[in-house]
């Protein structure tokens, strides 16, 4: 029963963890000795720094190889051929959505030799046209966000230009609403966004996203701008593409609290008082290595987990402004206006003299009706009643 029960944990977890990546990465390119021949059958080997997850793949007859299905991460890339000495390079930086392009040269000698190589800090990418621009895990979660929304990021990148006031506005009664945004002058709307290469974009509700993950839990993510890959022609506008983080080896975590409060506020320049503001932003994630006793040991490197939660808890006041009867116009004076916006007299027609009602001709439900409205508390020429409204928003 116990075998049973721990063969089922591991199985539902290692489905879990596998929709925690976005495996449309890959690591391809040519073998090829010191003189330029091609060089086929050889093992190119790709092993993550993070988890030791191994991807390996044969060069052809050309000498081309191509390792699919490659998680985000750093990778020790080796290649190995009867009569070549080992070849290594390591760290070499896969990131969401990239083909990395990495050419072997491999020198004669014994197979028992190997060349280690640096990866280059900035590779081109000569495998693609697309335009695209890469947002770190670091600037996710180290750049300061009003209201931690994770679109904001999208002002760091050329050719944004943004219709939210601030970072409140994007926070939605579920998700986030991503319709504040416009790249390259395209509609607000047009954007597709990809979390671990799921569709996370509510069609139907003017582009909000289902899942408003917490920049924490943001391992990096892509802004695809112009001429992409026909697999991301959902819509017209741009492609952007989220890769959770994922555990390794080693257990990692954080818990966390932001909060603003009114108390530390200044007071709006057209508000009579400080609008109440109560935001919190907690919650916590854990990543690392799977252990089941007798099963999986904390060093086996087979299933790894990433788990996070995230909670928003938005109390905020909003100034308004209106316009009501004034206290003259309460007591029938309604002189102040022009006279064609005087009163008529419904009996004739012709407006009251001086654009004073009678007392007389009140009406005692109108009378009632007219002590609902608040007295006016400023002055001018946008309205002469300033108040605050209180707008609860919760989302998990």
């Known amino acids: 029963m116990r075998t049973a029960v721990a063969l089922f944990a591991a199985l539902f977890l290692s489905s879990a963890v596998f929709g925690q990546t ?13 003189s330029g021949a091609i060089v086929p059958n050889a093992t190119v080997t790709a ?37 070549f000495k080992k070849y290594q390079v390591s760290h070499v930086e896969v990131t969401v959505g990239q083909q990395v392009a990495l050419n072997v040269t491999l020198d004669v000698g014994s197979v028992n030799e190997s060349v280690t190589v640096q990866a280059d800090a900035v590779r081109v990418d000569t495998t693609s046209g697309e335009v695209s621009n890469l947002i770190t895990g670091t600037q996710a979660s180290q750049i300061q966000l009003n209201g931690r929304n994770f679109p904001q990021l999208l002002q760091l990148l050329p050719g944004v230009s943004t219709t939210y006031s601030s970072g409140f506005s994007l926070f939605g009664g579920y998700g986030v609403n991503n319709s504040g945004q416009s790249i390259n002058g395209s509609r607000t709307d047009t954007f597709s966004w990809y979390l671990d290469g799921a569709d996370n974009k509510d069609n139907g509700g003017g582009g909000n996203n289902f899942v408003n993950i917490n920049p924490d839990a943001i391992a990096e993510f892509r802004v695809l701008t112009s001429n992409y890959s026909a697999e991301y022609g959902g819509s017209a506008g741009a492609v952007i593409n989220i890769a959770v983080k994922a555990g390794s080896s080693d257990f990692h975590g954080v818990g966390y609290e932001f909060f603003r409060n009114d108390a530390i506020q200044a007071r709006p320049f057209n508000s009579l008082t400080i609008p109440e503001l109560r935001f919190n932003n907690f919650g916590w994630n854990l990543g690392g290595p799977v252990v089941i ?19 928003k808890r938005l109390r905020q006041g909003m100034t308004n402004t209106w316009t009501v009867p004034s206290v003259a116009q309460r007591n029938g004076d309604f002189s102040a206006l022009a006279p064609s916006a005087w009163p008529k007299d419904p009996l004739t027609g012709l407006v009251f003299a001086g654009g004073i009602v009678p007392g007389a001709r009140w009406n005692t439900n109108s009378t009632k009706l007219l002590n609902l409205y608040p007295r006016p508390n400023t002055t001018g020429s946008t309205g002469n009643f300033i108040f605050n409204v209180v707008a609860p928003l919760d989302t998990n």
Not at 25 to 31: H, M
Not at 56 to 79: K, L, Q, R, T
Not at 297 to 307: C, D, I
Request: glycine share 10%.
């Open 22 to 34: 976005t495996n449309n990465q890959s690591i391809s390119g040519t073998v090829q000795d010191s």
């Open 47 to 83: 092993v993550s720094e993070g988890t030791n997850l191994t991807r390996s793949a044969v060069s052809s007859d050309s000498g081309a190889y191509f390792i699919s299905n490659v998680p985000i991460g750093f990778y020790e890339v080796s290649a190995a051929a009867p009569g």
């Open 293 to 311: 006793p007798g099963l999986l040991k904390k060093n086996s490197n087979k299933l790894f987990f990433f788990v996070g939660q995230d909670f």
